[in-house]
């Protein structure tokens, strides 16, 4: 038996050293390229739930690192045939991959399962629950941008209540010793419960004022409980970023989106396309380095 395997699930309790640790180690893997940390080992990568960028990022990481990569295809893989998330979960694990990358649509739950194995495991998003890598390549991202992850205002805007994005987010910007505002109309905002250190506001121009950082949302509308009562033109025009409302915050604010964007819900699609404000490709870029980073700290390379 080895040393106990680390693993990341999400960055509340982490710490602000652990998080800028891995800021620091995608820095220098950007500035000197990467080590072969990964070289003979496997991971597996498991998305029951859509993805893009992240599944493929977390594949050209550690490949970039010298690992092998397994990507469990979700669509033919016995969760068509009842299996439970948890028995798919096990079956993976018994094959003893190095590293396990899950994203899934339960809140949560992962704990148990990752103090009972030798494997790695990883959280690529967990239902409304965190998207530790997501954010961890955000604060890269604002890094580069305006030199520091600390005394910035971020405001993060749209459909909070259901966004792991918005939870990872808030608490690593949060340690980081800057202030979140959380703006959404009243519907999407979260429980002041989930987040006591944040500020809650329904207003774009209240919420923005002196925003150095802006993370805009998608709504999640498979997380939604009921239907919204605002249409999505009417978002569009109260919450949705664009030019006019980037004008409420400081001079030199950036906009971050996860993606996938919703153009001309969440976004203006000139907006989405004006690189000077925002960072939406830069993130992608980002993204490999970021998770790079986590795989290398996960082996407790020095
Ligand atoms: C986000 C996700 O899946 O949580 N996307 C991503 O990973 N880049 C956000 C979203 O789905 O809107």
């Known amino acids: ?4 395997p680390r693993h990341l699930l999400g960055l509340q309790g982490l710490g602000d050293r652990a ?4 800021v620091a180690r995608a820095e220098t893997i950007q500035a000197r390229g990467a080590r072969p940390v990964c070289a003979g080992q496997q991971a597996v990568l498991a998305f029951f739930e859509p993805s893009t960028r992240t599944s493929t990022s977390f594949a050209l990481a550690f ?4 690992g092998q990569v397994v990507m469990l295809n979700v669509a033919q893989s016995s969760a068509q045939k009842g299996e439970t998330l948890h028995d798919s979960l096990s079956t993976l694990l018994a094959m003893q991959p190095h590293f396990l990358v899950l994203r899934h ?11 009972a194995t030798e494997t790695s495991v990883v959280n690529a998003g967990d239902g409304a629950g965190e998207h530790p890598t997501q954010a961890l390549l955000d604060a890269l991202t604002v890094k580069q941008i305006k030199g520091r992850l600390n005394d910035l205002t971020v405001a993060i805007v749209g459909d909070i209540r259901h966004s792991r994005v918005a939870r990872s987010n808030a608490h690593l910007w949060r340690q980081m ?17 989930d987040y006591p250190f944040a500020f809650f506001s329904t207003d774009m121009a209240q919420g923005l004022k002196k925003a150095d950082v802006i993370i805009t949302l998608r709504l999640q509308k498979e997380r939604l409980e009921k239907q919204l009562t605002i249409s999505a033109d009417d978002y569009h025009i109260r919450y949705g970023m664009d030019h006019e409302k980037l004008s409420y915050a400081a001079p030199d604010a950036v906009v971050l989106h996860p993606g996938p964007m919703n153009r ?4 203006s699609s000139t907006l989405a396309d004006d690189a000077t404000r925002c960072a939406v490709l830069r993130q992608v870029t980002n993204g490999v380095a970021t998770r790079m980073a986590v795989f290398e700290w ?3 390379a020095a």
Do not use: F
């Open 1 to 4: 038996m080895g040393k106990s």
């Open 19 to 22: 998080m800028a640790d891995i």
């Open 63 to 66: 490949q970039r690192l010298g």
């Open 105 to 115: 649509g339960q809140n949560g739950g992962l704990q148990p399962l990752a103090a």
């Open 177 to 193: 010793g800057s202030r979140v505002v959380m703006v959404a109309p009243p519907e999407l905002l979260p429980d002041v419960d």
């Open 264 to 267: 001309g819900v969440e976004i």
């Open 298 to 300: 996960l082996t407790h």
